[in-house]
Structure formats: structure tokens, C-alpha cells
């Protein structure tokens, strides 16, 4: 039987709706998200491949595939790779939910910034739309992570009412032709114009509304609760805050050299060659030359010792603590990683892999119904929807399943946002709210390892309800929206909101910040005036790219 392709013009109004005209009939859908969950369903019911093209108003058009079991197959700029015998046929693609590294390979100019492209690829069940323009920021450290190995789980419940409309769709169409259209391949082109569409197979617009400024508090599991708005300014009293003007050592670099630090080293990329020097003396580690863009660099574990991790293109390299020399990989081709958790998860479609000593060590996939999120050292955490979160080792055997503590018997979780380092951050709301409703919801830190809430932070999905979960070097802070949290306590250090703070990649127990006096470094509920570039603000030494051809460290203050 010939391909049947049923193309399917759609467009999202203003209050978040969609529409599409289709057997002569306007179909009407009230989220994004739930018109792309029908169509998942239909899918499912049909076992179709789909795919869809999104145009969206000055963006590039979005290509999504959808399995003939509804999984999200891929998300790319680029039209799917066709494959022989079915024209429009997908080949895997490497694009979807971006999981950013914990570091920034800085130009001289200015430090760039991350955390603004889509959400991190280590939730159930979305993510953010909209990479920035890169080009006046150099390169972000950490590439983007292909999202799920499975399909981003959905709630029960528009699972069901998807299927529905799927059947009763599916029921027309044959009583029309006469027969079932199993087998028969959907294209589905989606002229949408909203810039959020394509975080996710299910993601949604964020619709206007208010919170006003006093509102917003921080409660721990105990239920004290503390509100977090109160921030004041002063003048650095040295190049780093806490740290002496003193100079431990300098590292002279190219003009147009490219640097991030982390515990593990300093990384130098220069025009033809890559470099380590070691954070305590500024010594040179390692240095090689390059035949490829550095892609990729992140602070890990790898097999329990800490490492400093890049990626030139298929290939990928761990320089393990106190080596000189470091282990070299060769991915699989378009493999995606993750640096959620504390070390980095590779997923090349559905298979996945750890980093080791010796090489890549293969890891059991979850059950069909679970999400990877990350890799927490050798435990794959990983989620259904409703929950629970399940964690297994290597070979797959289930080692523990963690309920998440709800922050109220009214509320439902209606997003996974992220999960790694002894957290999981989640958002809830009653009934009725999504990500996009404009609805008062509850921002949750839980404990990863029994599910218990940390911290709630009251706000509104125009805020966060598409926000990336941002973590720091040295995983200390994290930030999603204009929220600070502490990684170590899973509390909100600061609501920047108030203070029109726009946080950028937090260095240590520092968030630069862009805010209406300039530039800052908010430590606490102090923003320091500074316009130095810290690289890393480490126990015993802060890193500066002072001037764009030299990088100092600096001790701690007597």
C-alpha cells in the first residue's frame, strides 16, 4: 500500500489555543501542548510515524518526529535524513532538549553566558524554546543533549482523552476510504508562530500574568518559610569578593583565546591547540593540537574521580584528577550527552552509555514508560510522569523507587524540570494549570534520595514554566528564571525579580548577574559592583581573565 501523507495546517492564536483545518473541519486543541499530544496519540493508535514541521515567524522551521509508538524521535532545524524506499522518512537526528555543561569557554571580551537555550534535556516532560544568539557571547561549554532516550512522558489522563479523539479520527478516515490506515506514514505541517513551540513534543506557550513582588517565599521541609527580595549593593573591595588583589600565578593566553576553570584545570582553547594547566600552580597538564571545534567541556566523575571532560566533534576526552594524560573516546555518531547528574550520561538513540576509565561502558535501558534523567555517579535516575522516580545501576537491576512529596493534596505535578546532584526540581499546580495556563504554581526542590521537599517557591508559570534549571561551577548555586537556589540546600538564596536581576552561569558560591546598576556578582543578598571576569571561584583560589591575553588566580584574604 502507497504512503498516505495528510498534511495538516496549524496555527496558534493569541490565548494559546490551536487550530487546524482538516476533512473540512476546524479542529480546535486548547494548548499546544495538548494538539501535539493528539497527535502522539494518533500515532500510538495508528502506529504511523509522524512527522511534523513547524514554521514559526522569524525562526528557522522546526522539524519534530514522533515514533509510531508516539515517542519523540528527534528535534531539529534540519529536515529528517530520508531513508530508502519512503520519501520523508526519518533517520535519527541529533537535536532536541539541550542539557547544558557547568562551565563557560569565555572570549576575552565579556563572559558569555548559558542557560538560555532549551531546558535541560533530563526531563519527562519538557523543555525551553529559544537559543540565543551566540555570536556576541563565543561558544558555551557544555553541547546540547538530544533529551530523553525515550519519549516524554504525559499524564494519564491526556494520554486517554488524545487516544480518544486518535480513535475517533482514525474511525472517520476508514469509513471514508474503506479500510484501516495502519502503516501509513502522517506529514503533519504545523504553521505555528510561536518561538516556544519546539522545546518538546508537548511543550507550550507561556501566557501574561502578574506575581507581585512580596509574594514570593522560600519554605524548607520544616515549613518555616522566609522571604528572599531583599538585595544590596556595594563596591567590590577586590577583583573577587573574599579574595585577595594578591596574584598566586598567571597564564598568558591569546588575544582570541577561549577559557573556562573548574577544579579539574584551566582549559585553554586557542586557534590550533588545547591546553590544561593545573588550578593550584597554573602549570601546564596537557596540551595537544587540535583538528576540530571544541564542542563540549564539563566538570564530571568519571568511574568515582573527578575529571575535566571535552568534545572535539565523535570524540571525546577525560582528563582524570592528577593525570597528565587523558582518556580518549570515540562516540557513537550524533551521540548527544548529559551533564544533569554528577557524571555525564550518552545516548545515542535508545542505547546509553557512561564514561569510564577505559573506555564508554554500556548502560541498561529503562523500562519503555521511564525517562532517563541523569547519571548520578553509577545510578541511572530515571521517571515516569505521575512517578515514581526509579534508580538502577548499570545492568539495569532497580536499586530504589522514590515518591516525591507533594506540596499539597490539591496540587499536581505538571512538569519535571530537572534532576542530578541530590536534587530533583519540579513544579506543581492545581487543577486545571500547565505550563502555559498562567497559573499561581509551586516550584519544588526535593531530595533525590527519598523524595522529600526541600523547598517550595510560590510563582507563576510566566516565570518558570519553560525555564532551564542552571547549574553553576562547582555546583554550588543553580538558577532557573529569576530564582537563586543553593544546590547544597536545595533552598532559593535570592528572588531576582524584584531587582530585574538577569543571572548568568553561576562561578562558585558567585551569580554574575546583569542588573540596572550594571554589572554584578550577587553573593548572598549582595550584588558587588565588579566588571572583572571570574572563570571559577574555587575553596583556595579565584579565577580571572584580568586582561584577554592573561588569566590570573588569587588567593583567599588573610
Known amino acids: 500500500m502507497a504512503d498516505h501523507r495528510l498534511i495538516l495546517h496549524a496555527v496558534v492564536k493569541d490565548d494559546g489555543s490551536l487550530s487546524y483545518e482538516h476533512d473540512g473541519q476546524t479542529r480546535l486543541a486548547a494548548t499546544v501542548a495538548d494538539g501535539i499530544q493528539a497527535m502522539r496519540a494518533l500515532a500510538q493508535a495508528e502506529g504511523v510515524e509522524v512527522e511534523a514541521i513547524l514554521a514559526q515567524t522569524g525562526r528557522q522551521p522546526q522539524h519534530i518526529v514522533l515514533k509510531p509508538g508516539g515517542q519523540l524521535r528527534s528535534i531539529s532545524e534540519r529536515p529528517p535524513a530520508a531513508s530508502a524506499g519512503s520519501a520523508g522518512s526519518t533517520g535519527e537526528n541529533a537535536a532536541g532538549n539541550p542539557e547544558r555543561g557547568t562551565g563557560v569557554l569565555a572570549p576575552p571580551a565579556a563572559p558569555a553566558r548559558t542557560g538560555e537555550d532549551p531546558q535541560s534535556g533530563d526531563s519527562p516532560d519538557g523543555g525551553d524554546a529559544g537559543a540565543e544568539d551566540q555570536s556576541q557571547r563565543g561558544p558555551v561549554v557544555g553541547g546540547p543533549y538530544s533529551g530523553p532516550a525515550r519519549g516524554v512522558p504525559v499524564s494519564r489522563r491526556a494520554q486517554k482523552e488524545a487516544r480518544k479523539e486518535a480513535q475517533r479520527e482514525a474511525q472517520r478516515q476508514g469509513q471514508q476510504d474503506g479500510q484501516p490506515r495502519r502503516g501509513k506514514r502522517l506529514l503533519i505541517l504545523l504553521a505555528a508562530i510561536s518561538a516556544t513551540i519546539v522545546a518538546v513534543a508537548g511543550a507550550s506557550l507561556l501566557l501574561p500574568g502578574g506575581l507581585a513582588e512580596d509574594s514570593l517565599v522560600s519554605v524548607s521541609g520544616s515549613g518555616q518559610a522566609s522571604a528572599q527580595n531583599q538585595l544590596s549593593y556595594q563596591d567590590s573591595p577586590t577583583a573577587v569578593p573574599g579574595y585577595a588583589d594578591d596574584v598566586q600565578w598567571t597564564v598568558p593566553v591569546d588575544g582570541q583565546a577561549l577559557t573556562t576553570a573548574t577544579a579539574q584545570g584551566l582549559l585553554v582553547v586557542e586557534e590550533d591547540s588545547l591546553r590544561v594547566h593545573d588550578i593550584a600552580t597554573g602549570a601546564e597538564r596537557f596540551e595537544t593540537d587540535l583538528d576540530g571545534s571544541v564542542d563540549y567541556v564539563v566538570e564530571t566523575t568519571v568511574q568515582g574521580r573527578h575529571a575535566l571532560l571535552w568534545r572535539i566533534g565523535d570524540r571525546a576526552y577525560a582528563l582524570p584528577e592528577g593525570s597528565t594524560e587523558p582518556v580518549a573516546y570515540t562516540l557513537p555518531a550524533g551521540a548527544r550527552l548529559s551533564s544533569a547528574g554528577s557524571s555525564v550520561l550518552v545516548r545515542d538513540g535508545e542505547d546509553l552509555y557512561a564514561f569510564g576509565l577505559s573506555g564508554l561502558v554500556d548502560i541498561a535501558a529503562p523500562d519503555e514508560d521511564l525517562t532517563p534523567m541523569a547519571l548520578e555517579g553509577s545510578r541511572l535516575v530515571s521517571a515516569r510522569f ?125 551569580a554574575p548577574a546583569e542588573s540596572p546598576e550594571g554589572r554584578v556578582l550577587v553573593q548572598g543578598t549582595t550584588a558587588y559592583r565588579t566588571d572583572v571576569q571570574v572563570l571559577a571561584a574555587l575553596e583556595g583560589t579565584a579565577i580571572v581573565r584580568s586582561t584577554p591575553t592573561l588569566v590570573e588566580a588569587h588567593p583567599l584574604e588573610p
Open 386 to 510: 505521575e512517578g515514581p522516580l526509579v534508580i538502577t545501576d548499570y545492568s539495569g537491576r532497580e536499586i530504589a523507587s522514590v515518591d516525591l512529596e507533594r506540596p499539597s493534596e490539591e496540587m499536581h505535578l505538571i512538569r519535571w524540570v530537572s534532576a542530578g546532584h541530590g536534587l530533583v526540581i519540579t513544579i506543581w499546580g492545581e487543577e486545571g494549570a500547565t505550563v502555559s495556563s498562567g497559573h499561581r504554581v509551586e516550584l519544588v526542590t526535593h531530595s533525590i534520595s527519598d523524595g522529600s521537599i526541600l523547598s517550595t517557591t510560590s510563582t507563576t508559570t510566566d516565570s518558570i514554566g519553560e525555564a532551564d534549571w542552571v547549574r553553576g561551577q562547582g555546583y554550588e548555586l543553580a538558577y532557573i528564571g529569576p530564582y537563586l537556589y543553593s544546590m547544597r540546600s536545595g533552598l532559593l538564596v535570592l528572588d531576582g525579580s524584584a531587582q530585574q536581576l538577569d543571572f548568568q552561569l553561576p562561578v562558585g558560591q558567585f
